[in-house]
């Protein structure tokens, strides 16, 4: 894939995992102020401005989110003389609800989970509001009204079936790891259902842009990983394709966060 590509590319996905400038703002700052530099309005504009990825980001923009962010509590004035300002408790809060986290482990319990549901046409807005509670969840759609998940739902959807008054139309069953769905066993069925292909291929260009040293500086690379996991339901490892990619990107990720710290 070639480089201009590639930046246009993360940056549309970058929208998608930091949609609000005041949350890019928040992010940029702690990745900035993790660089110990002075902080002031020339340091600040110059640094935005050498760097390609985000010099379209309008300057003014970024200080009114600023001032936002004060306002909100996630960053306090720091005491001393042109030092960052600190980002609170509630701002670290902030930045750890709205980034993708990649979770190492994936404990299993070896079942596969399937959300069924038959909602009237005269609730059509429930009916939408638990697709789209489902996909927050992780689910992957294996047909209209049923979905699937790995990861035990009981617990979520018996809060939410009963804040909506949805008991009796919604069903959650399960199936061991050794079962199947018609003719497809479970690994190729969640390959197929989640396009785990799509995926992988996605973070295999990102390795190959990554070693290949291709001029992505530190917030391509980083973005560039967090926004391929933003999309990713981090399955379980063993229904993960034999050549998975994504741990390989992941440490890659993380040795180019090392370095910029």
Do not use: C
């Not at 005041?22 to 530099?37: R, V």
């Not at 001029?215 to 229904?239: A, E, H, R, T, V």
């Amino acid at each position: 894939m070639e480089r201009k590509i590639l930046k246009e590319k993360i940056g549309k996905m970058t929208e998608g995992v930091l949609a609000e400038a005041t949350d890019m703002t928040l992010w940029l700052f702690a990745y900035f102020a993790a660089g110990s530099m002075n902080f002031s309005r020339n340091t600040w504009r110059n640094r935005i401005a050498a760097d390609d990825f985000i010099s379209k980001i309008n300057y003014e923009t970024i200080k009114n989110s600023l001032e936002n962010l004060r306002r909100k509590g996630y960053i306090k004035r720091n005491g001393r003389k042109k030092a960052w300002p600190e980002i609170t408790l509630q701002g670290r809060k902030r930045l750890e609800s709205i980034l993708p986290e990649y979770d190492e482990k994936r404990i299993w319990d070896g079942k596969i989970y399937l959300l069924t549901y038959d909602i009237p046409e005269k609730r059509k807005q429930d009916r939408e509001i638990l697709r789209r509670y489902a996909r927050k969840l992780g689910m992957g759609m294996l047909l209209e009204s049923v979905w699937i998940t790995p990861y035990n739902p009981h617990e979520i959807l018996a809060e939410y079936i009963s804040k909506k008054h949805l008991a009796g139309v919604i069903i959650v069953a399960d199936i061991g790891k050794d079962g199947a769905i018609g003719d497809e066993d479970l690994r190729s069925l969640v390959g197929r259902v989640y396009n785990l292909d799509r995926l992988n291929d996605l973070y295999g260009e990102y390795i190959k842009n990554i070693t290949s040293g291709d001029g992505m500086n530190s917030l391509q690379k980083q973005f560039g990983f967090l926004s391929i996991l933003s999309s990713d339901p981090q399955l379980p490892w063993d229904l993960l394709p034999d050549d998975w990619q994504g741990d390989k990107a992941y440490k890659l990720y993380k040795e180019n966060l090392n370095k910029s710290l």
